[in-house]
């Protein structure tokens, strides 16, 4: 089996599988991140060094103020819970998005984990908070104006890797695999630049019923796949030797 460099989640479902059980939203967002602490263990022994995970979106703060804070609460006590692995497992943290947004406990549990796993190499988690790929990349073009209205930057010298190295994700490779749980087939204002030649697994599967073995199939279907990069088969054989 190839196991992928980076992987990429958008964990959806986790409202469905609490209203599928008559329990509040919340409980399927707790139930959410148990199922955050299985994969990550599981990257990890598995190899994978990137896991990049999609956990609250620049929408969802249009979602009920209780659920917004319900969801900065567990955050909270996620990374606080997880720590400790982190450490031991050698396991950075990184995190992408607009942190500014946060509420200032969140913000600084957040900040404080970044911190203390920054030596880290094993493995790093990618946290996506408050983040939308739209505004990153709104973000980055700005930040390239800027340099040129600056002087330091002729607008000649702006290639792909330049612009790559002015958004969020600055450093990490590109996923390799993008999953979605739920059943929905959609991006969703999700890496959009970063994913352009990943391949893309979606489940029916709820994310809080997202196990060891779901993510074995994505991982075996991912194998399957011929990625091409644009290229023909037959050139991608001959580059092969
Ligand atoms: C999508 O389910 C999930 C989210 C908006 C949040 C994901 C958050 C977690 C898994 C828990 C917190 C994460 C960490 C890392 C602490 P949904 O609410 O959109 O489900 P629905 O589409 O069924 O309503």
């Known amino acids: 089996m190839i196991v992928p460099e980076h992987i990429a989640i958008i964990m959806d479902g986790n409202g469905r599988w609490a209203e599928a059980r008559n329990l509040p939203r919340i409980a399927g967002h707790q139930r959410g991140v ?6 990550v263990e599981v990257c990890h022994g598995l190899g994978v060094r990137y896991l990049t995970l999609y956990a609250f979106s620049s929408e969802n703060w249009q979602r009920p103020s209780a659920e917004v804070g319900g969801l900065m609460e567990l955050l909270g006590y996620f990374l606080e819970a997880m720590l400790p692995e982190m ?4 396991i950075q943290l990184r995190v992408i998005g607009d ?3 946060l509420p200032e406990r969140a913000r600084r549990t957040v900040t404080d984990a970044v911190t203390q796993t920054a ?3 094993a493995m790093t988690l990618v946290l996506a908070l408050s983040y939308g790929s739209r505004g990153e990349l709104s973000n980055a073009c700005r930040t390239l104006a800027k340099e040129v209205l600056d002087g330091g930057l002729s607008v000649e010298d702006i ?3 330049l612009f ?3 958004l969020d994700t600055a450093g990490l490779p590109d996923p390799d695999l993008l999953i979605r749980t739920s059943g929905e087939m959609r991006i969703s204002n999700f890496l959009l630049w970063q994913l352009a030649y990943a391949e893309l697994y979606f489940t029916e599967i709820c994310w809080p019923d997202f196990t060891a073995d779901e993510l074995n199939k994505a ?3 991912f194998s399957r796949r011929e990625r091409r990069f644009g290229l023909t088969g037959a050139q991608l054989e001959k580059s092969r030797f």
């Open 34 to 39: 148990e199922t955050v602490r299985v994969i």
């Open 99 to 101: 942190l500014a947004r």
């Open 164 to 166: 790559a190295s002015r």
């Open 87 to 90: 450490m031991e497992k050698g």
């Open 159 to 161: 290639t792909e890797e």
């Open 119 to 121: 030596e880290n190499r």
């Open 219 to 221: 991982l075996v279907e």
